[in-house]
């Protein structure tokens, strides 16, 4: 069981390494509800946004992405693109990875207060 932890453990710290730096954001835009963008956004302080944030592309005082992850929307025949082969394979494990972590840690933190976690 130790040794199933370290490899899945090993595995999500590689996704990790080969997806872009973080933290990162994310804004809806254009007129489809499911219109969006993914990417390392800052402010104008350059302080980094993490979540959903709003950028206006040639305003200076406000948000603006950095760098890209994901966007979607339509190119010709293209439906959304992805930057980064890393960055695809860090989301689309991130909906099992989570959720995974977070039953490690609570299993952790059972084990120290001495009760056995179910």
Request: aromatic content about 10%; charged content about 30%; cysteine-free.
């Amino acid at each position: 069981m130790k040794q199933e932890i370290q490899d899945r453990l090993a595995q999500i710290k590689k996704r990790v390494q080969e997806a872009t730096y973080g933290p990162w954001a994310w804004e809806a835009y254009g007129e489809k509800e499911n219109a969006f963008h993914i990417g390392v956004a800052m402010d104008k302080h350059e302080n980094f946004i993490e979540g959903k944030t709003e950028t206006e592309r040639y305003d200076p005082d406000t948000n603006i992405f950095v760098e890209d992850i994901l966007w979607h929307h339509d190119i010709g025949d293209r439906d959304g693109a992805t930057v980064n082969y890393g960055d695809a394979d860090f989301i689309t494990h991130a909906r099992t990875d989570i959720p995974w972590l977070v039953e490690l840690i609570e299993k952790l933190l059972a084990s120290a207060n001495g009760k056995e976690s179910t």
